[in-house]
């Protein structure tokens, strides 16, 4: 375990990992108040992985997301943390998902399940989830899940599950709601929070009086004066953010929006395009980018401001994760200066205010290009088709240079690879043309 999490790049330990590892791995129940990307997902994995056993096949460890982006990642996670185990078994169980698809996997076993709160209920329900063998029970982002509605449904999981078992929650923010459900479910319970705020060098945070007139099209001077790779725009209302891509895609800008109305398939391409830095600016509410977790993000812009100075400062909090940089740019129009107030004094400190008029766009006017174009290529895991064999092909049978080639997301049905802008062209015919895995391939640019 120790070499496996060296070669992850697991080097230190975080702030929460090393406040609860050690009350975990001895078995304790634990409340833990972390933030996303503060390392958290090892936190629970690893006590997770020490009380299982790998020979038992039956689920042994259950981790209940609020949704089915942070499931998915945390899924990953484990996967990766769990190599140097024996061959252990992970599966996701979310909604938005053919039911029957689910089915044939539980049937094949698995040693830990993650999941949404309803999906998995409906599976004990209908009997194709059996907990009885459960000894780990996580929590994640319990805040979250509460503010959703799921407090009910996570009631009756845990109901069928042993009370002999290891329960750790971790929580964000820590509201009355999740000290009941703690008290409901827990056996006394070791408290770990560490009031980490976010370092005031490393975000870089500007203020820009607007009118509403100005307010869309100063995102786009933003944009082409600072020039950042990759941003995330957040907005009120889902008709702000329709408005605000139109507007960014006139101007030749690669932007995606994100918010309750999209399908999951949608949301899902979205998210890789995003992810995989080939989409410039994801255009978000705050309840569609819940759970998102995205490396290296260059800057984050209100265009709108919230009411609520908790919600800021999660927004803000987006960028300069782990040890990056970020830019924190916030829209104000004369009508939002109470809720800017209100923030300013929940920060204590006052905040920079700047002209709209000293955004200059680049010397050369080229519009802001994504440094990569995601393929996506018809075919995924059904196919058994692995992130190697999608590499493989495009390198040493293709002859592309593996530094051009970024992320490669495998799904169910679908697998999506990122390749340079300089490449994408060449790729996409070489792909078409070529094999993955002996097999000819259909392939689109998203």
């Known amino acids: 375990m120790q070499a496996n999490l060296q070669q992850l790049g697991y080097l230190a330990m975080t702030p929460i990992q090393a406040a609860s590892l050690p009350l975990a791995l001895a078995g304790k129940d634990l409340i833990a108040q972390a933030k996303t990307g503060s390392g958290k997902t090892a936190a629970f994995t690893?006590?997770?992985?020490?009380?299982?056993?790998?020979?038992?096949?039956?689920?042994?460890g259950l981790v209940l997301c609020p949704t089915r982006e942070l499931a998915e990642q945390v899924t990953q996670e484990i996967r990766?943390?769990?190599?140097?185990?024996?061959?252990?078994?992970?599966?996701?169980?979310?909604?938005?998902?053919?039911?029957?698809?689910?089915?044939?996997?539980?049937?094949?076993?698995?040693?830990?399940?993650v999941g949404t709160p309803g999906r998995i209920l409906d599976h004990l329900q209908r009997e194709t989830l059996d907990l009885s063998a459960l000894s780990t029970l996580v929590l994640d982002e319990a805040d979250r899940?509460?503010?959703?509605?799921?407090?009910?449904?996570?009631?009756?999981?845990?109901?069928c599950a042993p009370k002999a078992r290891q329960t750790l929650l971790f929580s964000a923010t820590y509201p009355e709601g999740v000290s009941a459900m703690a008290s409901r479910f827990m056996r006394?319970?070791?408290?770990?929070?560490?009031?980490?705020?976010?370092?005031?060098?490393?975000?870089?945070?500007?203020?820009?009086?607007?009118?509403?007139?100005?307010?869309?099209?100063?995102?786009?001077?933003?944009?082409?004066?600072?020039?950042?790779?990759s941003t995330l725009a957040f907005c009120n209302t889902k008709q702000q953010c329709r408005d605000l891509v139109a507007v960014l895609r006139a101007e030749g800008i690669a932007a995606l929006e994100l918010h309750g109305d999209l399908d999951q398939r949608d949301r899902d391409q979205v998210l890789v395009q995003f992810a995989n830095r080939s989409c410039s600016v994801l255009v978000a509410t705050d309840v569609a980018a819940r759970g998102l977790d995205i490396a290296q993000l260059e800057?984050?812009?209100?265009?709108?401001?919230?009411?609520?100075?908790?919600?800021?400062?999660?927004?803000?909090?987006?960028?300069g994760r782990a040890d990056g940089e970020g830019w924190a740019f916030s829209l104000?129009?004369?009508?939002?200066?109470?809720?800017?107030?209100?923030?300013?004094?929940?920060?204590?400190?006052?905040?920079?205010?700047?002209?709209?008029?000293?955004?200059?766009?680049?010397?050369?006017?080229?519009?802001?290009?994504?440094p990569m174009v995601t393929l996506q290529i018809l075919g995924g895991?059904?196919?058994?088709?692995r992130p190697g064999d999608v590499l493989g092909a495009l390198t040493k049978d293709m002859g592309f240079a593996g530094a051009l080639i970024g992320k490669i997301n495998v799904n169910e049905f679908s697998t999506y690879v990122a390749v340079d802008r300089s490449i994408a062209q060449q790729a996409l015919q070489a792909l078409n043309a070529g094999r993955v895995k002996g097999k000819s391939v259909k392939v689109r640019a998203l």
């Not at 990766?80 to 992970?90: G, H, M, Q, S």
């Not at 899940?145 to 109901?159: N, P, R, S, T, W």
């Open 145 to 159: 899940m509460l503010d959703m509605g799921f407090a009910e449904d996570i009631a009756q999981v845990i109901a």
């Open 80 to 113: 990766r943390l769990a190599r140097a185990e024996d061959n252990i078994k992970a599966l996701t169980l979310c909604g938005g998902v053919p039911v029957r698809n689910q089915l044939a996997s539980l049937a094949h076993g698995a040693h830990i399940v």
């Open 299 to 319: 800057a984050v812009i209100n265009v709108d401001i919230t009411p609520d100075a908790e919600v800021h400062t999660h927004r803000v909090g987006r960028t």
């Open 381 to 385: 895991r059904k196919e058994k088709i």
């Open 332 to 370: 104000a129009s004369l009508d939002e200066m109470g809720a800017v107030g209100r923030i300013e004094h929940a920060q204590g400190s006052p905040f920079t205010w700047h002209p709209l008029a000293e955004l200059t766009p680049a010397e050369d006017g080229e519009p802001l290009h994504p």
């Open 188 to 229: 006394d319970p070791q408290e770990v929070r560490l009031k980490e705020a976010h370092a005031a060098t490393k975000i870089r945070q500007r203020f820009y009086e607007v009118t509403e007139a100005e307010r869309l099209h100063a995102v786009g001077l933003l944009l082409n004066h600072f020039r950042p790779a």
């Open 46 to 60: 690893l006590p997770l992985l020490m009380n299982l056993n790998p020979r038992r096949f039956a689920v042994q």
